[in-house]
C-alpha cells in the first residue's frame, strides 16, 4: 500500500501538523486559492455552512483541509467526491486541478452558491442534495459510484445520527474505487458538543471496523494517536473542549 506524505495520518489535532512540509505547502496553496478565487472577487464561501465573505481559513480548517489534500489529492481527469462540502472550498481547489467534482450536501442554498460559482468559472463540479445517511440508498443518476478515486467529507458525519453514519460510511466504501483514498475529519473526545460526535475509542474503533468490513484498509502507520489535546474549538460551547480526529482510508486495488 501507498504511505501519503504525512507522518501520522490517523490522529487527532495538534498545531504541529501544521507545519509538516507537505501541510505547509498544501495550506499556502489553499489560502492563496481562498484570496484569488473568493476573497479578492468578492465571492463568499462557506465553512461550517455559514456562507460570507472571508479573508482568512481558521487554523482548525486549514488542518482539516490542508491535511486532506496532502492524503488523498486528485489530479486532472480524478473523480472526487465531497460529502458535505456545499459552498466550500476544497471542492473548488479540486476542480482547479482539472479534477471532476461531485458534492453532496443536503443544504441546496449552499449547493447552488457551488453550482453558481461553478457555472461562472467553468468548474467540472455537480452537486446534489441526496442523502446517503438515509434508510434507503438513493446516489444521484449518473455519478460514477464504485470508481470515485478520492472522497472527503469534512467535519459531517458528527452531524448524523450513529446509525445514518453507519449507512453512509459502508455506503461510501463501496462507492470508492481499487487505489481510491478516503478522508474523514470529526468531532472526537468525551466532551465533543456535536449532535453524534465520536466520544471514546471504542466508537471510533467501531467505525473503522464497519469500512474495513466495506473493504477499505487504514492507511499506514495504522495506528489512530490520539494527540491528547483537548480545546474550545466550537466557541458556542465554551464548557466543551475536544479534539478534531482524521482517519485516512484506502480501497486496495484489485490482484488478478
Ligand atoms: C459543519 S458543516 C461542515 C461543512 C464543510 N465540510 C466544511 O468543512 O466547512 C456540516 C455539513 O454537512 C452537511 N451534511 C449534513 N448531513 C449530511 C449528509 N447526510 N450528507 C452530506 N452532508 C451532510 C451540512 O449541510 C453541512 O454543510
Same mark, same amino acid.
Given at each position: 500500500?501507498?504511505?501519503?506524505?504525512?507522518?501520522?495520518?490517523?490522529?487527532?489535532?495538534?498545531?504541529?501538523?501544521?507545519?509538516?512540509?507537505?501541510?505547509?505547502?498544501?495550506?499556502?496553496?489553499?489560502?492563496?486559492?481562498?484570496?484569488?478565487?473568493?476573497?479578492?472577487?468578492?465571492?463568499?464561501?462557506?465553512?461550517?455552512?455559514?456562507?460570507?465573505?472571508?479573508?482568512?481559513?481558521?487554523?482548525?480548517?486549514?488542518?482539516?483541509?490542508?491535511?486532506?489534500?496532502?492524503?488523498?489529492?486528485?489530479?486532472?481527469?480524478?473523480?472526487?467526491?465531497?460529502?458535505?462540502?456545499?459552498?466550500?472550498?476544497?471542492?473548488?481547489?479540486?476542480?482547479?486541478?482539472?479534477?471532476?467534482?461531485?458534492?453532496?450536501?443536503?443544504?441546496?442554498?449552499?449547493?447552488?452558491?457551488?453550482?453558481?460559482?461553478?457555472?461562472?468559472?467553468?468548474?467540472?463540479?455537480?452537486?446534489?442534495?441526496?442523502?446517503?445517511?438515509?434508510?434507503?440508498?438513493?446516489?444521484?443518476?449518473?455519478?460514477?459510484?464504485?470508481?470515485?478515486?478520492?472522497?472527503?467529507?469534512?467535519?459531517?458525519?458528527?452531524?448524523?445520527?450513529?446509525?445514518?453514519?453507519?449507512?453512509?460510511?459502508?455506503?461510501?466504501?463501496?462507492?470508492?474505487?481499487?487505489?481510491?483514498?478516503?478522508?474523514?475529519?470529526?468531532?472526537?473526545?468525551?466532551?465533543?458538543?456535536?449532535?453524534?460526535?465520536?466520544?471514546?475509542?471504542?466508537?471510533?474503533?467501531? *467505525?473503522?471496523?464497519?469500512? *474495513?468490513?466495506?473493504?477499505?484498509?487504514?492507511?499506514?502507520?495504522?495506528?489512530?494517536?490520539?494527540?491528547?489535546?483537548?480545546?474550545?474549538?466550537?466557541?458556542?460551547?465554551?464548557?466543551?473542549?475536544?479534539?478534531?480526529?482524521?482517519?485516512?482510508?484506502?480501497?486496495?486495488?484489485?490482484?488478478?
Amino acid at each position: 500500500m501507498a504511505r501519503v506524505d504525512l507522518r501520522t495520518p490517523n490522529k487527532t489535532h495538534d498545531w504541529r501538523d501544521l507545519e509538516e512540509p507537505a501541510v505547509v505547502q498544501a495550506r499556502r496553496s489553499l489560502t492563496r486559492f481562498l484570496l484569488c478565487g473568493f476573497t479578492f472577487r468578492a465571492t463568499p464561501v462557506a465553512i461550517n455552512g455559514v456562507l460570507r465573505f472571508r479573508w482568512r481559513i481558521r487554523p482548525l480548517k486549514l488542518w482539516e483541509y490542508a491535511r486532506g489534500w496532502v492524503a488523498a489529492p486528485v489530479t486532472a481527469g480524478q473523480k472526487l467526491l465531497d460529502v458535505g462540502g456545499g459552498g466550500t472550498l476544497p471542492p473548488c481547489f479540486a476542480a482547479t486541478q482539472g479534477a471532476e467534482v461531485f458534492v453532496l450536501d443536503p443544504d441546496t442554498q449552499l449547493n447552488q452558491a457551488t453550482d453558481r460559482l461553478a457555472h461562472a468559472r467553468g468548474w467540472a463540479i455537480t452537486t446534489s442534495a441526496a442523502d446517503l445517511a438515509a434508510e434507503q440508498e438513493a446516489w444521484p443518476v449518473g455519478w460514477p459510484v464504485g470508481a470515485f478515486d478520492a472522497i472527503h467529507s469534512y467535519c459531517v458525519v458528527e452531524h448524523i445520527p450513529y446509525a445514518g453514519q453507519e449507512r453512509l460510511l459502508k455506503r461510501l466504501a463501496h462507492a470508492l474505487g481499487p487505489g481510491g483514498r478516503m478522508v474523514l475529519t470529526f468531532e472526537y473526545g468525551e466532551q465533543a458538543p456535536g449532535e453524534a460526535p465520536w466520544r471514546d475509542r471504542e466508537r471510533l474503533d467501531r *467505525m473503522v471496523e464497519l469500512m *474495513m468490513e466495506a473493504g477499505l484498509q487504514l492507511v499506514e502507520p495504522t495506528d489512530f494517536e490520539d494527540a491528547g489535546h483537548r480545546e474550545v474549538l466550537d466557541r458556542r460551547y465554551p464548557e466543551a473542549p475536544f479534539a478534531f480526529g482524521m482517519l485516512v482510508l484506502e480501497k486496495p486495488l484489485r490482484v488478478s
